[in-house]
């Protein structure tokens, strides 16, 4: 199942605010030794009210912007921020910065033992390269939304799109696709990122 909650160690952004849960007792992940190679992708350029809004309370530092595509009248941003890999939702048009941090879901780097698109066929193994984190909850507009964090991608599942436009706006990583009736998004290197990566550019 798409949403089982067999992965140790997952994080919950909700509304910038921090969450962590463990599913088998252990400590969570804590990122992993070394540079990040995910954060050391440049930031995509993005308009100063999609920035300010990401970056604004209770959301601490700044945010490194990966990609940021359009789905149905709503602008989906991937990021990294203190090592977690980041997806938050805000209108498509915006022309003033939001007072805070929009909804936000959210995954750690993987360390210690977590699942691995060697031995895991299902979102994300199916996409991501080596270990990663996961992590999911209901994101609105949309039904649900999967967060799937690697050392050198991340990707996000948003279900129930149906027939809505998809637009890829900024990141030069990005790759979006539609798997029945769902959005797949990924940033991230190639070489770590796998699928059937048909890039939409439709609006």
């Not at 941090?101 to 299902?122: H, I, K, N, V, Y």
């Amino acid at each position: 199942m798409r949403r089982s909650s067999w992965l140790a160690g997952t994080i919950l952004l909700l509304t910038a605010g921090l969450a962590t849960a463990c599913t088998n007792g252990d400590t969570p992940p804590q990122g992993g030794d070394g540079p990040w190679a995910l954060d050391g992708l440049a930031a995509t350029s993005v308009d100063g009210p999609i920035q300010r809004s990401i970056d604004a309370p209770p959301s601490k530092g700044v945010a490194k912007i990966l990609g940021v595509a359009g789905i149905s009248g709503t602008n989906v941003i991937l990021s990294v921020r203190d090592g977690a890999c980041q997806v938050a939702l805000l209108p498509a048009v915006l022309t003033e910065s939001t007072t805070t941090a929009p909804t936000s879901l959210g995954s750690p780097r993987p360390a210690g033992r977590t699942g691995s698109s060697d031995s895991r066929q299902e979102f994300p193994g199916t996409i991501l390269e080596g270990k990663y984190t996961l992590a999911s909850a209901r994101l609105d507009p949309f039904k649900f939304a999967t967060v799937g964090c690697s050392e050198k991608a991340m990707t996000v599942r948003i279900e129930g799109v149906g027939e809505a436009s998809m637009q890829k706006k900024s990141g030069d990583s990005l790759q979006l696709w539609k798997e029945s009736q769902d959005a797949v998004l990924a940033v991230g290197f190639p070489e770590a990122i796998h699928g059937p990566v048909l890039e939409h550019s439709t609006s």
